[in-house]
Every structure is written in structure tokens, then in C-alpha cells.
């Protein structure tokens, strides 16, 4: 079992529709949570991330974690073609001497199509 | 200004061919990182460093070879290039105890 489970999609919406990304994690230890954005042909940019539960808002972007469920959502509200990209989801990983990593789900394809 | 760079961006080479893939960040980090992203889109870590001290390496082949001559370059040399080794590398770096990680453009990898 992957330690996070994405769904790749592809996921095709309609310019101005409400997205919602998932995934889904096996180890409730572990505190913070990321989604990143991937253009086509590009590295991986930093979008949000949140740590522990709760929802955290940036502009049309929310993310949510419960911990209960292992579960981490993103919404993107009024989606506008130049979202269309891979959505990484990732949490951290504790390593020896305080050190961290990241953990990738496998990525969700979206295309926002005008 | 490039916060990451790698070079070089494309690669072809023939199987068992010997390659390098170099890394340069200009953010003042001192966590460098090399991952392997596979056709899925699957992103995977491969190794970290932390002031050119390895401390992460993922069960990599021993044929994958990371160096770090100061904190601000991270290389990556491969020998006996496979078929299986086709993939698109990044490296990322970071400010140690920060979460964040900023990636590179990636290098393409075809081994034919």
C-alpha cells in the first residue's frame, strides 16, 4: 500500500467549476500536509500547506485535512484554465536527526477547459 | 533569477553509457534533494543532503552516485545506464526544519 493515495485523474471540468482534489494517507503521525503544482514539462511549486486539521484559505485555493479519516482535500473555487496542471499531494516524513522528507502521492492530472 | 537550475534539461544516451546530472541553488539552503519522477508522474525521493553531509538515500541502486561539493550543488552520477532509469530527475532544496522545498526544471532522462 502507497503511503498516499491519489487518484491520476485525468480530471476535465468546465472553466468556473469548484474542483476537488483528494487524497487519502495510511499513518496518522504525522503533522503536515502539502499540495504542490506541476505545470507540464515544469518541477513541482509549492501551492498550500497545513498542519494538522483544520481548513487553510488562500485566495480561490482552500485546503483541507482531517485527520480522522486520513483524508487531505484541495478546492479550487471559479477554476480558470491556467489551473490546468498535475496537483501533488504530500506530507512529511520524520527522518533521523530531525531531518524531514516528503511523501508524494502520485499526482492528479486537471484540465480546465474554457 | 533561477532559484534552482539543473543541467542539462534533455538526456539521451545509449544503455550501459555513464551520464551526470548537476544541480546549483542560489536560495541559500542548506537541504538538497534528488527525486526521480517516473512516467506516472510519481515522485520519488532518491537522496538528501545537508552541508554536503549525506543523510537520506532511499534504497537506490549503487550504480546512483549523489555528490554535494558545497552546500549550494548537489550532482547526481549514474553508471551502467538501464532501460528502468528513463525518467525525469529534479532536484530541490530547502532550509533545514522548513517544510518547503523548491524544485528545479528537471532533467529528461531517455535511455535507449
Known amino acids: 500500500q502507497k503511503e498516499v493515495e491519489q487518484d491520476p485523474g485525468p480530471l476535465s471540468v468546465p472553466e468556473g467549476a469548484i474542483v476537488s482534489l483528494n487524497c487519502t494517507y495510511s499513518?496518522?503521525?504525522?503533522?503536515?500536509f502539502m499540495w504542490y503544482r506541476q505545470y507540464s514539462r515544469k518541477g513541482p511549486e509549492l501551492l498550500m500547506y497545513?498542519?494538522?486539521?483544520g481548513n487553510k484559505e488562500d485566495g480561490r485555493f482552500t485546503a483541507q485535512v482531517d485527520k480522522s479519516s486520513k483524508y487531505i482535500s484541495l478546492f479550487i473555487r471559479d477554476s480558470q484554465p491556467s489551473d490546468s496542471a498535475t496537483y501533488l499531494c504530500a506530507r512529511d516524513a520524520f527522518f533521523s536527526g530531525g531531518y524531514n522528507k516528503l511523501i508524494f502521492g502520485a499526482g492528479t492530472r486537471l484540465a480546465v477547459h474554457p | 533569477d533561477t532559484a534552482v537550475s539543473q543541467t542539462p534539461k534533455y538526456l539521451v544516451t545509449q544503455m550501459g553509457n555513464d551520464k551526470s546530472i548537476k544541480c546549483e541553488q542560489n536560495l541559500g539552503h542548506d537541504t538538497m534533494y534528488w527525486y526521480k519522477q517516473d512516467s506516472k508522474k510519481f515522485l520519488k525521493i532518491m537522496f538528501s543532503?545537508?552541508?554536503?553531509?549525506?543523510?537520506i538515500n532511499e534504497t537506490v541502486p549503487n550504480r546512483f552516485s549523489p555528490k554535494s561539493p558545497d552546500k549550494a550543488h548537489l550532482n547526481l552520477h549514474i553508471n551502467s545506464l538501464e532501460l528502468g532509469d528513463s525518467a525525469v530527475y529534479f532536484c530541490?532544496?530547502?532550509?533545514?526544519?522548513?517544510?518547503?522545498?523548491?524544485f528545479g526544471p528537471g532533467t529528461r532522462l531517455t535511455v535507449l
Open positions: 543532503y545537508n552541508n554536503k553531509e549525506l543523510i
Open positions: 497545513t498542519y494538522s486539521s
Open positions: 530541490a532544496s530547502s532550509q533545514e526544519g522548513i517544510y518547503e522545498q523548491f
Open positions: 499513518n496518522s503521525a504525522f503533522q503536515y
